[in-house]
């Protein structure tokens, strides 16, 4: 059979990039654990717990300990770092005898978690940098193609496709900028003890903590209980889940502005659209990213809830993580490398744009028009939109907005010259040109930083 016959969940197969997968896997965790239990070995070492040049000898010995033989001894002891502990004593000679010495459990398992979530946000942030840049490309090839800026789905006023785009831009480096603050907080060893005190060690804890986590390229958690604080895990996935949300909003854009009466942005990957309408050609990546959003999502309210344990600590989080953790990295890589792709395969149909801009017959002028009775003619602001918007109705398929005001007192207040430039949408975009290059300069700084 092969693995896809034999996987029960769709993200061993169908979701996740292999390099993501790789961290998550059996024998990857086994790697990691055997790592922390060398490291701490070191710490040992030097704080006269253990000979000299057991964490080498542990390293050596234990390359040959394999998933079935752990999941075998786990079977008969009930416990997984139990049974880790026990293979590596009996395989290690003399210094096996001092494998995991003063350790509980959870100071093998948070570390190696702290591994696991170092690579994995590494993977992610790549992700993140290459979408930013073609998002960031993008604004600024079209900083100036103006269209029509829509409110609850509706047209409101002018913006340019730059524009637009940089606000993904400046809310995506948001997300970099919280996955980098993040890690700060997560990614960091726990070496303590049974409830955190170090009391196996008497007083040589944090020679054992400081030589192990230096072997591990890890700073310590300041202090911990028997397991380190659940509110890091809870903001990586809750951040996640922003992340998500943010890509889900970018790829409902692109779903939107995809509609046959729209058809401002294409993605043209070479994908059939339908099993049976052969012209179908749908927003499928997109459709996935906001799919895979409300996984996310889910997820965090499971965080939250994995914060609270019982005293020094309970069993109720080990479950949970198992599950949670790989399935929030592996959900937000796939969301990143599909909204990658449906980047890259984005068409710009600026035809449909000028004809969309045009649609609402006139009326994204009318702010403009408003601002003008009110400084050149004196008009209270809120008599100027009642006319106005009185005005607004009389829009048909039979006549503009421009029509209707030739008809209207307000020439009779304002010069028609006046009134011609607020239909040049071009000259109605205020600030645009600083804001876009704001939201850049914000995203690169925040690159740069991190």
């Known amino acids: ?14 979701y996740g990039s292999p390099e ?12 990691r654990l055997v790592e922390v239990e060398a490291a701490l070995l070191r710490g040992l070492e030097a704080a006269g717990f253990a000979p000299e040049g057991c964490w080498r000898r542990l390293q050596e010995c234990a390359s040959g300990i394999k998933v079935e033989e752990l999941d075998s001894l786990e079977a008969r002891v009930g416990h997984d770092i139990a049974a880790l502990a026990f293979l590596l004593g009996e395989k290690c000679g003399e210094c096996g005898g001092y494998v995991h010495l003063g350790a509980t459990s959870y100071d093998i398992v948070d570390t190696a978690w702290a591994l696991a979530l170092k690579e994995a946000l590494a993977i992610l942030k790549k992700r993140l940098r290459s979408v930013l840049a073609l998002l960031a490309e993008l604004t600024e090839r079209h900083a100036d193609l103006v269209m029509a800026g829509r409110t609850h789905g509706r047209h409101a006023l002018p913006i340019t496709l730059g524009f637009k785009l940089a606000n993904y831009v400046y809310e995506l480096s948001r997300s970099y900028e919280r996955l980098c603050e993040s890690a700060k907080r997560v990614v960091r060893g726990k070496i303590s003890g049974a409830v955190g005190t170090m009391a196996a060690w008497f007083q040589h804890g944090l020679l054992v903590e400081g030589w192990t986590l230096k072997a591990l390229d ?48 294409l ?21 996935r990213v906001s799919g895979l959003a409300r996984i996310l999502r889910g997820l965090c309210l499971t965080a939250l809830e994995n914060v609270v344990l019982l005293h020094e600590r309970d069993l109720t989080n080990s479950s949970v993580e198992r599950i949670m953790l790989p399935h929030a990295f592996l959900v937000s890589d796939q969301m990143l490398a599909d909204t990658l792709r449906a980047l890259e ?17 006139g009326l994204m002028a009318s702010e403009c028009i408003l601002v003008k009775l009110v400084l050149k003619a004196g008009m209270p602001r809120h008599e100027a939109h009642e006319l106005l918007s009185s005005l607004a109705t009389r829009v048909s398929n039979g006549s503009g907005f421009e029509d209707v005001l030739r008809e209207s007192r307000v020439v009779e207040l304002l010069d028609w010259g006046e009134i011609q430039e607020c239909f040049d949408y071009s000259r109605y975009l205020g600030n645009y040109r600083q804001l876009i290059e704001r939201a850049l300069g914000y995203y690169r700084k925040v690159i740069e930083s991190c």
């Open 1 to 14: 059979m092969n693995e896809k016959e034999t996987s029960v969940c769709p993200l061993e197969y169908r």
């Open 345 to 361: 395969c984005l068409y710009v149909n600026e035809k449909a744009i000028k004809r969309n801009l045009n649609a609402s017959r």
């Open 267 to 287: 993605t043209v990957e070479q994908r059939t659209g339908s099993s049976t309408m052969p012209h179908k050609k749908n927003p499928v990546l997109a459709e």
């Open 20 to 31: 993501m997968r790789s961290i998550f896997t059996r024998e990857a965790t086994l790697k």
């Open 218 to 265: 890890l700073e310590p958690h300041s202090i911990t209980t028997q397991v380190a604080p659940r509110d890091g895990f809870a903001e990586i996935v809750c951040n996640l889940a922003i992340l998500g949300s943010q890509l889900d909003r970018l790829s409902l854009e692109i779903r939107e502005l995809m509609r046959d009466e729209i058809e401002e942005l």
